[in-house]
């Protein structure tokens, strides 16, 4: 079987402008005048290379540059990255919106491309005729939405409505049709963007599990998100994207890890001097380790934690105490743990490393901050805020075969009859 | 699934893949899709438009439903406006000024010229306007961008429709019987489509590179209006030579005459049709090779 997708060299460019007239639409009498202008620059420019850059009004941004890849027939990729990584830009040519500068996409199978829930909406158009309206532009034929209809408006619940334009649909019974046209394509590879991050809690529990179906039945799948958890329980690979090149390609724990990581570095670059910043170089580095001592990337749901923290601590301070908190990435605490009021950790004195050790950490699979605080006699001695990004990714800790279900930690639970 | 994108062919290359063992095993494989830099000049791809015709007919679909949703007259606000035209210029043109018709009642002569002439200016007005209104699903989806203003096109295809009715009415009312000319009004039909079609695409994709397009096709339009001999007789032969030539470049001087011929039962005036219909061509292929051109670039610069 050929490879669903081979990317080779594929690159796209974009020419920034710097001075942006009105709105950044170009108008008939400037592009007359620049057309006319252009020979004369041209000339100018050869005559004395050194006198100025090419052209100082704009300049040529690589959205993407020299991205290879291929994706197996079946396989479900994450894309991850920062904003502005070139994410989109990639979706936008592999779904033929947007042509690449250079390079070349081979294609084998019929695409669909969900960048959007709701593409080709009329607000004027009543539900049904939508439903028509956008599975038409998302590739399905008539026949196939007149087959499918009934599922359709089973799935988005809004049957009281179908004959109603949708300016009159609130914003949520909107996505949910939407949705409910999307998640009936069914071509051979699918590329979906952000499209999850809209709608309440129960919508995104919906939007995932179809997307789980759609993984686990065999098609190949192309997914974007800012969703770790979502990404990690989806794909089997991933590809981090850096500004606009491949950062990294591989199983999707390692591709996540290492997103974690540069989250990370770029946090403490960003912090440098900040609050962020150790006060006084007490604590000297936080890393997060393995049994056998060896550097970690993430930690699976219900595993020990392992923290090991490197301190340099005042001679004359003997008795410290070390506390380790864990921040959701909005900033809420918690979790926090400290060292025992009662008993003093032997050795803790000087330079010296400490390992914290969580047994089965409880937080349920995600991205945390953890934050280290070192006070001596009372009296903070140092702290970092933004120690380290935790990454908890999906498991299964007490072989019950569920994982993590809901809530916001996770805990064994025994089951057993007593006699009434 | 109907977006077959790229059917496979027989290139030489899969034919030594396949050991010679041609039809079966090549035929079940899917469609493959090469996405690479652009390539210039493209001439229109009919076969994949073919591919797209039920998208298509929904886009035409749409604008009409779009057109007359909440309005209480509805689809005959596609009869009424050539009608309140027509009354308009037969009081001032007919009554008033007395404009020369032959021996055709004046509102007769102009609505077989109004008739045609509307449909073309709705139709490339808005076509002109269809890309740029069409910005959210040309950045976020795949489709032939011709078929944004094709449908536009289409949808005033439906309108001339209704609005003919008219046109047998007002020929009943003043006993005007049905010529054999009257087979010609369909190929002449669409020569105004293709003419449409041309001039719709080329606007469409100009306004989306140039926004001053947005205020220069209300102003062409009516320019146009009066180039042509919509709402009065051409002058046959005055002497004024450069006026002539000119109006006889314009394709819609001798499609209208001939659509207005066919209707009222005169003799079609062939060699205006043959010069028309050149003109009507080259001017459709500019408009799609233009719109080819550059529709590549629509998703970065709409």
Known sequence: MPPAIVVENLGKSYRVQHQQTRGGYKTLRESLTSAAARPLNRLRRRLDPQSSLPDPTSETFWALSDVNFEVQPGEVVGIIGRNGAGKSTLLKILSRITKPTTGRVTINGRVGSLLEVGTGFHPELTGRENIFMNGSILGMSRREIQRKFDEIVDFSGVERFLDTPVKRFSSGMQVRLAFAVAAHLEPEIIIVDEVLAVGDMEFQRKCLGKMGDVANSGRTVFFVSHNMAAIESLCESGILMERGRIASHGPIHNVVGTYCETLLAATHRNSHHGSNAPLNGVIRSVQLVDRNSGEARFIKLGDDLLLSIQLDLPNHDNHPTIGVGFDDLSGTRLLTVHTPLTCVVPGVRGHCRVVCHVPRLPLPPGDYWIKVAVSGSGVSADSLDRALLLHISEGDPFHDGRGFTRGYCIARSEWRVVPL | ????????????????????????????????????????????????????????????????????????????????????????????????????????????????????????????????????????????????????????????????????????????????????????????????????????????????????????????????????????????????????????????????????????????????????????????????????????SFADII
């Open chain 2, 1 to 296: 699934m109907s977006i077959d994108l790229e059917a496979p062919s027989l290139t030489p290359a899969r034919l030594a893949e396949t050991n010679g063992h041609v039809p079966a095993v090549v035929v079940e494989r899917p469609p493959q899709t090469v996405i690479e830099p652009p390539r210039g000049w493209q001439l229109v791809n009919a076969r994949e438009l073919w591919q797209y015709r039920e998208l298509l007919g929904f886009l035409t679909w749409r604008d009409v439903k779009v057109r007359y949703k909440q309005t209480l007259l509805g689809a005959s606000w596609a009869i009424l406006q050539p009608a309140m035209m027509m009354i308009v210029f037969t009081i001032f043109f007919g009554r008033m000024a007395r404009v020369p018709t032959g021996d055709i009642p004046y509102p007769l002569f102009v609505y077989a010229g109004l008739l045609p002439w509307t449909f073309f200016a709705t139709a490339i007005a808005n076509a002109g306007n269809s890309v740029v209104g069409s910005e959210r699903l040309i950045t976020k989806i795949y489709f032939p961008r011709l078929a944004v203003p094709f449908a536009s096109v289409g949808a005033a295809v439906v309108d001339f429709c209704c609005a003919m009715t008219l046109m047998l009415g007002l020929m009943i009312w003043y006993g005007v019987p049905p010529g054999p000319g009257l087979f010609a009004v369909l190929p002449l039909f669409a020569l105004i489509a293709l003419a449409a079609l041309g001039v719709g695409t080329l606007l469409a994709a100009l306004n989306v590179a140039y926004r001053d397009f947005r205020y220069v096709i209300p102003f062409l339009v009516q320019i146009w209006m009066f180039a042509t001999p919509t709402v009065y007789m051409r002058p046959e032969s005055n002497g004024a030579g450069w006026i002539d030539t000119v109006l006889a470049l314009n394709p819609l001087t001798g499609l209208i005459a001939a659509f207005r011929a066919a209707i009222l039962g005169d003799p079609l005036p062939w060699s205006a049709i043959g010069v028309s219909a050149a003109t009507v061509a080259a001017m459709f292929v500019a408009g799609c090779l233009y719109f080819r051109r550059v529709e590549d």
